[in-house]
Structures are given as C-alpha cells and as structure tokens.
T-cell receptor, first 113, second 112 residues
Framework: EAGVAQSPRYKIIEKRQSVAFWCNPI?????LYWYQQILGQGPKLLIQ????????DSQLPKDRFSAERLKGVDSTLKIQPAKLEDSAVYLC???????????FGPGTRLLVL | GEDVEQSLFLSVREGDSSVINCTYT??????LYWYKQEPGAGLQLLTY?????DMKQDQRLTVLLNKKDKHLSLRIADTQTGDSAIYFC????????????FGQGTTLQVKP
C-alpha cells in the first residue's frame, strides 16, 4: 500500500513570495491533516479535513495560509505572502477516520530568506 | 491546557536498553502514540497503546502507561545504531477531533 505522498520535498523562497505544497493521502483515508514542524519542536496542527470539509483550522494563520481538499482526496496548502518565521517542515498525514492512527508523509522543507 | 513533555536527549551504548519518558496533561485521549523521526524524514509510527492498557510489547519495543501519573514510556531493548533518531510521544488531548498534541521530541544517540 502506498504511503502519504508530498511534493515538493524542498523549497527555498524569499519573504513575501508565495508557495504551495501538495499532499496525496493513503487511498481510502477520509481524514487529512497538515502539521507545521519548526526546527527543534514537535509538529503542530494547522488544519484537519474530513473528506472535503474543514474540521479544525483554529491554528491556521488565515491572513496568509490557505488550504483546500476539493474532491476529498488530494490537498494543497498555500502560503501568501511568506514570512521568515514560516521556515519549517510541513507534514501531511492521513487516517482512515477521525481520531484513528495517523500516517505521515516525508514532509516539505521550506526555507524563507 | 494541553501539554506533552519529554526529556530532550538520551545517549546509550549499542546493545543497552533505552527508556524514553513522556508526561501529558490531558487524560481523555483514547490512544497514545510513539513516532520516530530520522534526519530529513517524516514521522514513522512506531507503536501506540490503548488508554485502558498498562503495557504493550511489540518485538524490541515495550510501552508502559501509568494513567494515574499521566506518564508514558518507551523502552527499546538491545538498542542498535539504526535506532538513533528523534522520538515523539503524542496524544489527542481534550479536543474531540483528530488533532495530535506532540512532545518536543527526545533525541536518542546510540554509541557503538
């Protein structure tokens, strides 16, 4: 069974530019999560989708971050405009259902200069 | 509030046992998890324990859960150099959604 796929694996941009990350969850998984992991810390949830609906986006900085999961499968996370403090690893995870075991992708490493 | 605490660093010799500890504040989580993160990689699920269990063993891994003290530990028997990584414990916290609350991670260094 294929795992969670993410792209790109690495991205370097300048502040105030925009960037987008893509995630393809495990086939059949209804729940998809985006986490932000700053160097030296544990991941922190940005947004959770159940199918194509948002369950929790309370920690998403909505003035610059947006995410969508239009057909209940793939998801895109966008940052516009980026700030220096957005430098982090962005991890996508999926689970078969809400509150079940989450499986993580390899992450996208973002560096904002 | 929701909080998960871990010690930051553990160094052991190859062949010894490693014990990584974690404390948490919320007791409503049904499952508690251990994830492993190698350099430049995502999080790999190692094991999890149901909240009504005290212990779970899976090959070289033993998880102990003390609900009274809100303490979780991961024991790795016969630690190998390939076990060198960052280990995170995680729980769902008080939220009724799937959000995981992670500790800051314990870096395990295995010396040959």
């Amino acid at each position: 069974e294929a795992g969670v796929a993410q792209s790109p694996r690495y991205k370097i941009i300048e502040k105030r530019q925009s960037v987008a990350f893509w995630c393809n969850p495990i086939s059949g998984h209804a729940t998809l999560y985006w986490y932000q992991q700053i160097l030296g810390q544990g991941p922190k949830l940005l947004i959770q989708f159940q199918n194509n609906g948002v369950v929790d986006d309370s920690q998403l900085p909505k003035d610059r971050f947006s995410a969508e999961r239009l057909k209940g499968v793939d998801s895109t996370l966008k940052i516009q405009p980026a700030k220096l403090e957005d430098s982090a690893v962005y991890l996508c995870a999926s689970s078969a259902r809400d509150r079940e075991t989450q499986y993580f992708g390899p992450g996208t490493r973002l560096l904002v200069l | 509030g929701e909080d998960v605490e871990q010690s930051l660093f553990l160094s052991v010799r190859e062949g010894d046992s490693s014990v990584i500890n974690c404390t948490y504040t919320d007791s409503s989580s049904t499952y508690l998890y251990w994830y492993k993160q190698e350099p430049g990689a995502g999080l790999q699920l190692l094991t999890y324990i149901f909240s009504n269990m005290d212990m779970k063993q899976d090959q070289r891994l033993t998880v102990l859960l003390n609900k009274k003290d809100k303490h979780l530990s991961l024991r790795i028997a016969d630690t190998q150099t390939g076990d060198s990584a960052i280990y995170f414990c995680a729980e769902h916290g008080s939220s009724n959604t799937g959000k995981l609350i992670f500790g800051q991670g314990t870096t395990l260094q295995v010396k040959p």
